[in-house]
């Protein structure tokens, strides 16, 4: 019995058990890693400890799932579980495996006294089950305590408290949930309950015990509790200053070593299937460290005796606080907004190899932070210009944005060059995008942060003798302009067999999303270049800043009162990441093929075919692509491959894409940002019956109407600003967004129009950012740049979930404007 027959319910059950830190998923991992298939790569550890960062995410269930791909089994995952002593979690497991399974859960109630109560827990699996029922940790010996359904009756005040039923199979045993018992007095009904909604029993909700206003000093725990008594069970959700706090869903919560960014306020909503109550508003202040910020008193030998408070209870009861607290310095973005472009396959001039896996890890990092990404590989001039004007249109008040360039680039009297793809032998400025001159466009916004990051060389060109005059740049735009070398100095990548990284993004990728200041941050990258053999002397960050603010990129999104602006992007950002939906495809054979789509990059995706179905009489069967526009880059000798990697992609994962037992074919479609029309092919299938030796050939014709960010239309170009400035609200009309329980319903790839007009476009539409990454594998110098693993694919919305209308980020100018 392998891990992956084990149900969903199980699973998750067994995720809970494992996500704790004293006997959990790492001891676990490092159990199974007796085994060499199932050892997990530090790439695999680190992205399963990311899974905290996402709502629901479970680092343990991240762990089993993997297991699961590699056929780990069931007995092995036990002997693992015994080495570690995780009793309660072979408990569970050996009942599982032996098919005990609890159908009917016991419910919390409430009665009164002197009624009648009955919990029940019913349970399927081998013959032979008995039930044992338990209050708290006591063992219930009267005649019900050992049947499905415990009898409490007559109801006294004993009787109130938790109970849990355990069953058994001879040694092995699985315990249902947690029923709370409350009694009320007959003669009166508890306030905040409602008894209308089941008979015989009270459904409500009431918080009894709300948080407190806290007092901490940095570096301590911050902890705030808030319990509810509820029918059905209550369910938590922790809020700090108006935002939700997903990592948090439990009545306690924890911090440890609180900064100044966890100042303000917090509350939390309690809710069931019937109820919803908020708790009190408290505010939490975080007062000074006891070591730096110590209070100064002057004492009778007229010496000065640093007094300091040294455990949080002290902080929280001390009445005097020091006469100059820390101001509140936490900034927010009024959203966050990035441009990753990597230039590799220049025509004219030497082939790059590190931009590709250098844009992939940079764009799942900044998504962590709940960036919106547009990442982009191999653009030419046009596509470049059109591309980071559509970006500079996105920057407005309170935005951060971020411009990442990777490729081939120099630096003439000052002023820095970015060289696309097909720019001549022998080039000038007039061929490449001036950076200083994207710098002065910048400024002309009144974004709160704005991060334009260079990867490229900075040697002089000496075909260029051309000064460009950008203009003055302001000392008010919070820029901070980052350079992976010095001037007159090459930036380098460290070229493998499979996947190069450039010697920047090594080491920006270790701080990139650490909470400090981003000057800070980019300090601290330039040390470890510094502290590596191999950069020393050849390579060193160069950093230029106005920024006067202490502002992150891992500083919390706070939309500004103009929610249009904030949707408009939230929706330009879901436009670039369309993917087709998956299509069924039936041939008069009977075979049935199912083509799904990938995205790698904005501009990047993997289309693969598989059988799911085909008659007994045919023997052998294939679905390959063929007959693609002449717009898109197609590898032909890499097409219809039956691997990822034979395909041509490096990075792209095995998440959402057939699993490893389904044989399925790859091909792989490179810069969709020139496709000037819908994308339309040929799915040809080729099959043989078993009494006939010549194949068969059936074709059918497949559009997808424009994926991904081939609908922003980059190969057109701009207007220039002072055209565009003249767009009012009126001349855009923002679509609105069909929305069922389930989902979002199918729009066809025809239609121009939103099936639902009742709906508008709202912020929790569209995903902002995707928060599961994997981070490549890195080890200290001199052996740096190990091989990474193969990183996780980056999310992209199927094509149900927008329509395919033509968009423009500068069709938001209009919203620029406050």
């Known amino acids: 019995m392998s891990v992956g027959s084990l149900g969903e319910e199980a699973l998750n059950r067994l995720s809970v058990m494992l996500d704790n830190a004293t006997c959990g998923w790492r001891q676990l991992a490092s159990m199974t890693s007796e085994q060499p298939k199932f050892r997990c790569s530090e790439n695999e550890l680190t992205s399963c400890s990311l899974q905290v960062l996402k709502p629901q995410g479970s680092s343990g269930r991240t762990l089993l799932a993997w297991l699961a791909e590699r056929s780990c089994s069931v007995d092995f995952l036990l002997h693992c579980l015994r080495k570690m002593d995780h009793q309660e979690a072979v408990q569970y497991l050996t009942a599982v495996a032996e098919g005990i399974q609890i159908v009917v859960q016991p419910q919390s109630q409430q009665a009164v006294l002197g009624g009648r109560l009955v919990l029940t827990c019913r349970a399927a699996g081998p013959p032979g089950l008995s039930y044992q029922w338990f209050k708290s940790k006591e063992e219930i010996l009267d005649e019900t305590g050992s049947t499905p359904e415990l009898v409490l009756c007559p109801l006294v005040p004993v009787h109130q408290g938790h109970y849990i039923c355990r069953v058994n199979l001879g040694e092995n045993c699985v315990f249902s949930q947690w029923a709370r018992v409350s009694l009320v007095d007959s003669s009166a009904s508890s306030p905040g309950w409602s008894t209308s909604l089941f008979p015989g029993s009270v459904s409500g909700l009431r918080i009894t015990h709300q948080p407190e206003p806290q007092t901490v000093a940095e570096g301590d725990t911050l902890s705030l509790r808030c319990n509810a ?78 007094h300091s408070s040294t455990t949080s209870s002290e902080v929280h009861t001390r009445k005097e606080m020091p006469d100059n607290p820390l101001p509140d310095t936490r900034f927010y973005a009024t959203d966050k907004v990035a441009l990753l472009i990597g230039n590799m396959n220049y025509l004219y001039h030497t082939q790059l190899c590190a931009p590709i896996a250098d844009v992939y890890e940079l764009t799942n990092l900044l998504r962590q932070m709940d960036f919106k990404v547009v990442s982009l590989l191999d653009l030419n001039w046009q596509e470049m210009h059109s591309a980071v004007t559509e970006f500079l249109l996105l920057l407005d008040k309170g935005v951060y944005g971020l411009l990442y360039f ?8 000052g002023n820095s060059f970015m060289v696309p793809i097909d720019a001549p032998t022998s080039y000038t400025s007039d061929h490449c995008l001036c950076v200083q001159h994207i710098l002065t466009r910048m400024q002309e916004k009144q974004t709160g942060l704005n991060v334009f990051l260079l990867d490229m060389c900075r040697k002089k060109n000496p075909n260029d003798d051309i000064i460009v005059q950008p203009g003055l740049l302001k000392v008010t735009a919070n820029i901070v302009f980052g350079y992976a070398t010095c001037v007159d100095a090459e930036a380098y990548e460290v070229k493998r067999e499979d996947v190069s990284n450039g010697i920047f993004i090594n080491f920006l990728k270790k701080r990139v999303c650490e909470d400090e200041k981003v000057t800070v941050m980019l300090d601290r990258v330039a040390e470890d270049m510094g502290r590596c053999a191999i950069t020393q002397g050849r390579q060193a960050l160069e950093l230029r800043s106005n920024l006067c603010e202490r502002r992150s990129l891992t500083d919390q999104i706070q939309p500004s009162e103009c929610s249009a602006s904030y949707s408009a992007r939230n929706l330009q950002w879901a436009v670039a990441h369309v993917l087709p939906r998956s299509h069924r495809l039936r041939f008069d054979c009977g075979v049935v093929v199912q083509l799904g789509f990938a995205a790698e990059f904005s501009n990047i995706m993997v289309i693969y075919t598989r059988i799911l179905e085909k008659p007994k009489e045919i023997v052998s069967c294939t679905a390959q692509l063929t007959d693609f526009p002449e717009d898109v880059d197609i590898d032909l000798k890499k097409t219809n491959q039956e691997t990822l990697l034979e395909a041509g992609s490096l990075l792209l994962f095995r998440e959402n894409l057939p699993s490893p037992e389904d044989p399925s074919l790859y091909t792989r479609i490179c810069r969709l940002q020139s496709l000037k029309r819908e994308l339309k092919f040929i799915v040809c299938l080729h099959y043989s019956y078993s009494n006939m030796d010549e194949e068969v050939e059936e074709r059918q014709s497949v559009t997808v109407g424009k994926p991904l960010v081939s609908k922003l239309n980059l190969h057109e170009p701009r207007l220039p600003p002072s055209a565009s400035s003249s767009l009012t609200l009126d001349s855009f009309s923002v679509p609105e967004c069909p929305y069922s329980t389930d989902g979002f319903t199918s729009v066809g790839s025809t239609s121009n129009t939103w099936s639902n007009a009742e709906r508008e476009v709202s912020t929790t539409d569209f995903p902002s950012s995707t928060k599961g990454v994997s981070i490549p594998e890195e080890t200290d110098c001199p052996d740096l740049f190990d091989a990474p693993q193969p990183l996780v694919v980056s999310t992209s919305l199927s094509l149900n979930q927008v329509n395919d209308s033509s968009y423009k980020f500068s069709d938001m100018y209009n919203f620029h404007s406050y």
């Not at 100044?260 to 509350?267: S, V």
């Open 229 to 306: 008594e509820a029918n059905p069970p209550a369910r938590y959700e922790w809020y700090h200053n108006k935002l939700a706090m997903p990592q948090h869903k439990t009545p306690s919560l924890k911090i440890p070593c609180v900064t100044t960014a966890n100042r303000g306020q917090y509350r939390c909503k309690v809710f069931n299937l019937y109820h919803t109550a908020w708790s009190d508003t408290v505010k939490v202040t975080i007062g000074p460290s006891s070591i730096a910020y110590a209070s100064w008193v002057e004492v009778d030998d007229g010496r000065e005796e640093a």
């Open 406 to 413: 990777a490729g081939h680039g120099y630096e003439n009297y």
